[in-house]
């Protein structure tokens, strides 16, 4: 039998075998997770207050009786790849604990990361990468359209369970990177009055800033199907609008998880906009997104950086940029300067002014 030629041996062969293996079958850590975050593993073993066994927490769900084995098969996986611990509780006895990981997993924390993890492997989502292929050869700005015929948005508009699901994980995001935006980013908010955070989504980015910064308004903008209906306050309200159209005027611009969602021809406009709003030109846009850099990094922070951008360029036509990249973008959109401050995890603050 002839080996392939760049396997030269027979541990090789293996070696080779076992990762692809290894990569076919990656989906699985995904869809254990769903499942647990479905099933509400995190919450049960919460509830229980101490490490929980098997067979309690088998009663905790309301498994059905024949599939504890299953229950115990989906815990090794998912306790392998440390979402959970495993402890002894006696001499033979073993239950399962939280993690740090797993913390962040439950439902009604308000950190809460369930809901996000639910609309990345949700079906709508997941089903688009099927369509990855087909979407190289036709003429499709992204799979997502591929598959739906529309893009992510005008889908939202007419699906309202996925709307739901999309926006309240968003919702979740923007209170954890919006606590620690307000405590890390002090200096960015000096001398602001009003802002605008462009495709803010339910707003919660805006609540954490003008809970912080009380002398300070916030207006958010977003599409119909996010903001109407929303019930403003004090300090914050909504506009829904287009912001390829208009963006109210304020003292700076704030985009959260957005230009990585555009290509740089749609960015460019984007920026323009937010550029005239700025009170004629002259405030700041803070720019929350992830600084590629996969030199620097380590393994798996580069490998979640390219899942990310594969996951834009899937569902939105959009990537994740390298600071040569957005340095490109501010220059082509006439800014003049820009100052990037790491914020928590992948991802940075962009100031960048005119
Ligand atoms: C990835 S979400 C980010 C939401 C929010 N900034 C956050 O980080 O939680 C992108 C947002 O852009 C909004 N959006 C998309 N197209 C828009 C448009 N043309 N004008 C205004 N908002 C838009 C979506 O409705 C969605 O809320
Ligand atoms: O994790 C995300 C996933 C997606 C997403 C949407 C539709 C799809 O079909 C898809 O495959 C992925 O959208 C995001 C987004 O728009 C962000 O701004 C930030 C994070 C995400």
Redesign the pocket.
Known sequence: MAFPSAVDSSQELLNAQSHVWNLTFSFINSMCLKSALQLGIPDAIHKHNKPITLSELADALSITKSKSHALFRLMRVLVHSKIFDKVKTGEEEEAYALTGTSRLLLRDEPLSFAHFAL??TDR??VD?YHCMTEWFRDECPTP?ETKYGRD?WEFGADDGKWNQLFNKGMTRDSELVGSIFVRECKHVFEGLEIVVDVAGGSGALAKAITAAFPGLRCVVLDLPQVVDGLQGSENVSFVSGDMFKFVPPADAVILK?IL??WSDEDCLKILEKCKEATVGGSGKVIILDMVVDCEKQEHKAIETQLFFDM?MM???GGKERTEKEWANLFSKAGFQNYNITPLLGLRSVIEVFP
């Open positions: 609309t990345t709508v989502a688009t997502f992510v998880w990585h969602d996951a899937v569902g939105h």
